[in-house]
């Protein structure tokens, strides 16, 4: 019994992590219908970013001068800050020249966003695994483990506390100021949004900026997992279920979503695994949110999608 | 008008001898370089392609080549996908006078090369990775896996195990469980680690854990469940690292976790910090830059402005670069082998392969190229591509990788079993006639 409780729990606390991730989805694609491929990618890139700060790397040659090294606070500003520029660039660059254009024209537009921030931060920071020294606590919380004989890990109790937080400033930022009220207006109906004077551009920034804070905080705790690493932008496949079933548009549906995944796949993998070769839990995923997609298409908590003959 | 024509023709004339005079007198030899350095495993990658780029660079600059015959590295990137390195291999194959051998750094592209190998006649060196039974060299002529193979290190790390455990008896009741990378790579030990499994009565399981191995919990906690006696790790890339960390959460003892010598770099063990202390891994070549070698390509190759990535001159004699190294070393050392054999200098693959067949580095020639030490001397014929097959098990001690226990030798009876038994079933299917080596 206590090793099934362990296992709900590791379940629920590994869909906090995906949950963080599919975060970065749902606020885009919320405001825009834009469905960002990139999201993994942007994750790795503000990871990166962030531990090159910390460790004083030198942009481009890669070596480490520790005089350069910020402290955790002001690598963390600056790391938000070069998410805030990315989203004023793509802006710029990208969506600015595709308004009007098929969603799926936007959606081919952040697969080349993605191809192109890897290899930016490879150029920039390079691709050694970085140690994220943030003093995030590691290991088994020893009191659970010693007192009751169960496992579980910090980093992932501290996924857990930050995805709550994040979740409660998101919804006061969406229900409580004007910004939130203009991209949830943006969110309903652009053209209506347009015609009451919310600049589409602004609102975009603003968007794309959020997520990519949202993609910061993915990366620090699955990089404090593994490391920074280029794999970290694979992170992104472990959210595209949790989207499926909990709704493309919905915050708590990425909440929920996660938790229903990272539950379903650990049990999946512990208790059926075995008799069917095991490394199932991948693929187990999407299929749980492929039989949810049966019965509610636009997902859990999604919006019905209704359209006119 | 005649005239005119000719005297347009006389400088096109000139120019097309010259280009041909320039192309007798820079006569190179093709390596290519199936780089990862993007993408997920690119961590693992780049440290094994600056090894093996650097000691063809030194060779090169230090020496004028081979016998004074330069030598073209090639490099093409596959990302660790095996699409791309069958791509990579097509690409390169034909470059300038024709590679003459390749060495994948990848089991799923060594797989897909191995039937190409012998229709193109060019010569596979997968070392210490790819199709353990291409070991037998009576069926697969164009494929070399020296120094050793999955199925004797997993069978030499069992003998390290029964050693730890007072004596191969006392692996009765034992339990030994296998976490592998869902691939072909990380199956390949599956089968010798179930015969060994019957030989001394423990009991086996393999778990997997799918590319690239982000997320492990569900394997730990079974782990944690069936308290197995001793793990070993067929991993790679940031499979190593979680499940190194993953194993230090649930405080399993780092002195009974042993990896594959994939798993057992500075990039596996630096991200867990303190608690990867006492991880073991196989290994058969020594960590470390103290070799005259490390000397000389800092001199020749860094300091002189001619590595490809200039950054990594602090990381000289990781373990991965010195794996990098050692198998361009053993590929001049079959150029050399090839160019003695044949008596020429232009070295074909067919000709390159006669020098990996009779190849012989002895612990004399180790000392020559300043490597006095570094691995153990390797004597290769035709009947058999691997070599002697030994393994050492290596220690991370917090901060460096060192050798802690003697070369062991596979479990011969095991493993000569499975070679011969898989090997001769893909000459069936693929109708291949034994070769005669006597």
């Known amino acids: ?309 | 008008m005649h005239i005119g024509r000719s005297i347009r023709t006389v400088p096109l004339a000139v120019l097309a001898l010259a280009s041909m005079v320039g192309m007798a007198a820079a006569y190179e030899l093709t390596i290519p370089s199936m780089d990862y350095r993007t993408g997920p495993y690119a961590p693992n990658g780049i440290p094994f392609a600056n090894g093996w780029t650097d000691y063809w660079t030194l060779l090169n600059e230090r020496d004028g080549g081979i016998n004074g015959v330069k030598i073209k590295v090639v490099p093409c990137e596959t990302a660790y996908n095996t699409k791309q390195g069958v791509e990579c291999y097509e690409k390169t194959k034909g470059v300038g006078n024709g590679a003459i051998i390749y060495q994948p750094l990848s089991t799923g592209i060594t797989y897909q090369l191995i039937p190409k190998a012998s229709v193109d006649k060019i010569p596979i060196h997968s070392m210490g990775y790819g199709r353990t039974s291409a070991a037998n060299g009576k069926i697969f002529k164009w494929i070399f896996n020296f120094p050793a193979t999955y199925w004797s290190q997993a069978s030499a790390l069992v003998k390290y195990i029964g050693e730890q455990e007072g004596g191969m008896d006392k692996l009765k009741g034992k339990k030994i469980f296998l976490v592998y990378h869902n691939s072909a790579y990380g199956k390949e030990p599956i089968r010798t680690l179930e015969k060994l499994a019957e030989k001394h009565g423990f009991t086996y399981r393999g778990l997997a854990v799918d590319h690239p191995g982000q997320e492990q919990k569900s394997t730990w906690l079974q782990i944690r469940r069936d308290k197995p006696d001793w793990i070993l790790m067929w991993g790679w890339g940031v499979m190593n690292q979680v499940a190194i960390k993953e194993a230090a959460s649930i405080r399993y003892p780092m002195d009974h976790f042993i990896g594959v010598w994939w798993s057992g770099s500075e990039n596996d063990v630096k991200p867990a910090g303190a608690a990867a202390t006492g991880y073991l891994s196989g290994a058969f070549h020594q960590p470390g830059a103290g070799f005259q070698v490390h000397k000389d390509i800092i001199k020749y190759v860094y300091d002189s402005g001619k590595a490809t990535d200039s950054a990594f001159k602090a990381r000289v004699g990781e373990v991965l670069y010195n794996r990098g190294m050692a198998a361009a070393m053993y590929a001049s050392e079959a150029v050399r082998n090839a160019m003695k054999i044949h008596g020429k200098k232009e070295v074909t693959g067919e000709m390159m392969r006669d020098g990996l067949e009779t190849l012989e580095v002895t612990a004399e020639r180790l000392k020559e190229l300043g490597m006095e030490g570094f691995t153990y001397p390797v004597k290769i014929t035709c009947e058999n591509h691997e070599g002697p097959g030994l393994v050492a098990v290596q220690r991370w001690d917090g901060k460096k990788w060192s050798i802690i226990s003697k070369f062991y030798e596979p479990d011969r009876e095991v493993v000569g079993a499975l070679i011969k038994e898989d090997s001769e079933k893909y000459a069936k299917e693929n109708n291949i006639k034994p070769r005669d080596c006597s």
């Open chain 1, 1 to 309: 019994m206590m090793f099934f409780l362990e296992a709900t729990i590791a379940g629920l606390l590994a869909g906090v992590m995906y949950s963080l991730v599919a975060l970065g989805f749902v606020l885009i694609f919320k405001a825009s219908g834009v469905f960002n491929f990139a999201q993994g990618v942007m994750a790795l890139f503000a990871a990166l970013t962030l531990v090159g700060l910390l460790q004083g790397t030198v942009p481009f040659v890669h070596t480490n001068n520790p005089d350069w090294a910020l402290p955790a606070w002001l690598a963390i500003i600056i790391t938000i800050l070069v998410m805030i520029l990315l989203a004023v660039l793509i802006e710029r660059l990208i969506l600015r020249h595709l308004v009007n254009q098929e969603h799926i024209i936007l959606f081919m537009a952040t697969l080349g966003l993605a191809y192109v921030l890897e290899g930016a931060g490879d150029l920039i920071w390079g691709s050694d695994v970085k140690v994220l020294d943030l003093g995030l606590p590691q290991g088994a919380n020893d009191w659970l483990l010693d007192n009751y004989d169960l496992y579980v890990e910090k980093i992932e109790m501290v996924a857990a506390v930050t995805a709550v937080l994040l979740v409660t400033v998101l919804a006061i930022f969406f229900h409580k100021t004007r910004i939130g009220r203009a991209l949830r207006a943006v969110a309903d109906d652009h053209q209506a949004a347009l015609s009451v004077g919310i600049s589409l551009r602004t609102i975009w920034v603003i968007v794309w900026s959020v997520s990519g804070i949202v993609a910061l905080v993915a990366g620090v705790m699955w990089g404090a997992k593994s490391g920074i690493q280029f794999s970290l932008s694979l992170i992104a496949l472990k959210a595209l279920p949790v989207l499926m079933l909990g709704g493309f548009t919905s915050i708590p549906g990425a909440i929920i979503g996660g938790l229903i995944i990272g539950v379903g796949e650990k049990w999946a993998e512990i208790y059926a695994g075995p008799y069917i070769g095991g490394a199932i839990e991948n693929w187990f995923a999407y299929m749980l949110a492929l039989i949810f997609l049966l019965f509610r298409p636009q997902g859990l908590f999604g919006e019905k999608i209704i359209e006119r003959v």
